[in-house]
């Protein structure tokens, strides 16, 4: 079984840009949201994935991702995925040996930054860089799934 164990982060300041190692395109579009999972497809350059996620909101959620064909992603994504799609660009940061993902999304949730650290367990201790701010990993609107349906430019007061 797939496990995935993930803290979300807002940023406090743009000190983590000095610091990225690689950066990446995603886009991404959703076929289902459901209350118990949601499908999602996603496409970076010459690759793409379908992915299965549990709808838990918290650090602990179950997660499968399987490579598919690109032009099988980009008929789904155009063919069965709702819109907006979500539209990204995501920096790997290396802080106090973890790996940060930090996102900026375009589009429909232009001006939203997310940071994300992937553990290998719940009570994994990590350290906070300076350019962290409240952490959201509890807040279902700050989920992808939701961005797709109620995206951050039509959120009331960010």
Known sequence: MAIEIEHKFLLSNEKWRQN????FEYKQGYLTSAP?????????????WLNIKSATIGTQ????????PLEDARELMINLCGKPFIDKTRYIVVHDKNTWEIDEFHGANEG????????????????????????VTNEKR???????????TLWKNN
């Open 61 to 68: 959620r179950h997660e499968y991702e399987y490579t598919i």
């Open 36 to 48: 118990t999972s949601s499908i999602r497809i996603r496409i970076s350059d010459d690759q793409a």
């Open 20 to 23: 990225v190692s690689k950066q």
């Open 112 to 135: 939203l930054i997310i940071a994300e650290i992937e553990l290998t367990s719940v009570d994994e201790v990590f350290t906070k860089p300076e350019w962290l701010g409240s952490e």
């Open 142 to 152: 700050y989920y992808n799934n939701n961005l797709a349906v109620n995206p951050f």
